[in-house]
């Protein structure tokens, strides 16, 4: 039910623009958020979005990223500027989603999508 897009390889000092839908019987969409998993290290919280819009940031990423959403796409945006070669790794999106026939939300998770950043 969520699919990203927009990953690659891009120099270091280079901009990606990760984005992610979310599709099927969708009655809301909660808080969303993007997490990445370097090679042999664990997935971390990259940034999150509430519904009404309040982010937050890993502090590795405060001042070069940027996470927003449109609810009425029911997708959500992460704007890489500024990347590094530490940023490397596969993102993944994040939400939870009530659907319809069912009474409370559940966590999904997307397939990722790799970022490489060359130094």
């Known amino acids: 039910q969520l699919v990203e897009s927009g990953g690659g390889l891009v120099q270091a000092g280079g901009s990606l623009r990760l984005s992610c839908a979310a599709s099927?019987?969708?009655?809301?969409?909660?808080?969303m958020a993007w997490y990445r998993q370097a090679p042999g290290k664990e997935r971390e919280l990259v940034a999150g979005i509430s519904r009404g819009g309040t982010s937050n940031y890993a502090d590795s990423v405060k001042g070069r990223f940027t996470i927003s959403r449109d609810n009425a796409k029911k997708s959500v945006y992460l704007q890489m500027n500024g990347l590094k070669p530490e940023d490397t790794g596969v993102y993944y999106c994040n939400a939870g989603i009530l659907s319809s026939g069912t009474y409370s939300p559940r966590n999904y998770w997307g397939q990722g999508t790799q970022v490489t950043v060359s130094s």
């Open positions: 099927g019987s969708i009655v809301s969409i909660g808080a």
